[in-house]
């Protein structure tokens, strides 16, 4: 309950109000027990005038039964929604739903906030997906505090790693977008980065370090703020072409970012794809609607969103066995921001 508000109506109030014991008021709310009918009218009047709304978490909690899952991202709006329309995160939902439905259970999908922080005390759920959760992540770290069954997709940060997941091969999928940059000819490639603490974020810089090292370039990397959106992808991108005139790529996973570094490229007069290429990870709206559309990767989110709801089921049910999934690996999507005519 939230620190300060209206004390929650509990079955005992209904009792006292209607003159019964609570073992009746249960019996008559809930269709057991030999109730008649006079004393059921007597304590549905005496719940509606007090605004009980019966517990659903406990009453599953002694059956043993689980109804309701909740998909969350820590992302903040700037990037999980906007014009994307929720992008990655609805792509997930879409498909989660009918998984979950099929195993008697319904998904209720939280919207980003802007500072990331899902107000999941007015939810009454039985378990949850959280995508891409980072350091510190304070939904995760609200759901683990009430023993409720998490499942990542995509690693959790370093020790959170022990959050059961699916792994959705962030370090294989960076690796698909600069080995694409060196065959179209690009030789300085930078990449821009959110500033949270996500898995995803230190498994691309080491694809990315190991890269430049490869092919003898010195490393650019820059994070950007994710609730700054395409604005922060834009100010990072147009520091590199200030200080770097040869950049002739640009990695960013984060589509948001990727947006705002075509516009920085844009207003120095450079060509894209002829001068700088852009490259994002997340094959989405974003992606496919800017202009030039975007090289991006295809996650294959359906059977992620499968491999999800399977594995929260199995820990629902109190299967803990498995504590990990693999994701399919990505393949990647040319488009015009990065194919050059030979």
Do not use: W
Request: charged share 25%.
């Amino acid at each position: 309950m939230i620190s300060g508000g209206p004390r929650r109506v509990t079955i005992k109030d209904v009792a006292l109000e209607a003159g019964v014991s609570p073992t009746t008021v249960s019996h008559a709310l809930n269709a057991r027990g030999q109730v008649d009918a006079h004393t059921r009218e007597r304590v549905e009047k005496a719940a509606k005038k007090l605004g009980y709304r019966p517990n659903r978490h406990a009453q599953r909690l002694r059956t043993g039964e689980a109804h309701m899952i909740v998909l969350l991202s820590s992302m903040p709006f700037a990037v999980a929604g906007g014009p994307s329309r929720l992008g990655f995160m609805m792509e997930i939902a879409a498909v989660a739903a009918a998984a979950a439905l099929d195993r008697s259970l319904a998904l209720v999908l939280a919207p980003p906030m802007e500072n990331g922080k899902v107000p999941l005390e007015l939810l009454e759920v039985d378990g949850a997906l959280v995508i891409e959760p980072s350091a510190g992540d304070a939904n995760l770290d609200y759901l683990k505090r009430r023993g409720l069954p998490v499942v990542a997709i995509g690693k959790p940060y370093g020790t959170r790693e022990l959050v059961p997941h699916v792994d959705i091969h962030s370090r294989e999928t960076t690796r698909l977008l600069l080995d694409h940059f060196h065959d179209q000819g690009a030789r300085k490639v930078a990449m821009i980065l959110g500033s949270a603490q996500r898995n995803s974020y230190v498994q691309a810089r080491a694809a990315y370090e190991e890269f430049a090292a490869e092919h003898g370039q010195l490393p650019l990397f820059a994070t950007a703020d994710e609730s700054a959106g395409e604005s922060g992808g834009e100010e990072a991108a147009a520091a590199f072409l200030a200080a770097h005139l040869d950049i002739d790529a640009f990695c960013v996973p984060v589509d948001a970012f990727a947006v705002g570094a075509v516009r920085a490229i844009r207003a120095t007069g450079r060509r894209i794809p002829d001068d700088v290429m852009v490259a994002t990870r997340y094959d989405g709206v974003r992606a496919r609607t800017c202009e030039p559309p975007l090289t991006a990767v295809d996650l294959h989110l359906d059977e992620v969103a499968h491999q999800a709801i399977d594995l929260l089921f199995d820990h629902l049910r109190g299967d803990t066995s498995r504590r990990s999934a693999s994701g399919p690996m990505a393949q990647l999507v040319p488009r015009q921001s990065s194919v050059r005519s030979r």
